[in-house]
């Protein structure tokens, strides 16, 4: 599949991993999305859970941010 490791790169992720550091926010996020099951043939449940907990929240702020728009922009209309 052309996948290789750096030495030094992994050498570094085993020490950090062996004092159970696991990285940033983002890299634990990146860990998240990789839970796949082969077995099932699907992502984890916490992943679908996470991707519509986050679809919710993006859909509600742009709906927050249309209503106050509106709301600015009728109050301008007003003046």
């Known amino acids: 599949m052309g996948v290789a490791f750096d030495p030094a790169e992994l050498r570094s992720a085993l020490d950090s991993a062996a004092h159970e550091h696991i990285g940033t926010l983002s890299d634990r996020i990146a860990l998240l999305c990789a839970h796949f099951d082969p077995s099932v043939g699907r992502h984890s449940p ?4 996470a ?3 986050i679809g919710a929240a993006m859909v509600l702020g742009f709906i927050g941010w249309i209503v106050a728009r509106r709301r600015a922009h009728s109050a301008g209309a007003r003046r």
Not at 46 to 49: D, R
């Open 46 to 49: 916490a992943v679908m859970k």
């Open 51 to 53: 991707t519509r907990v």
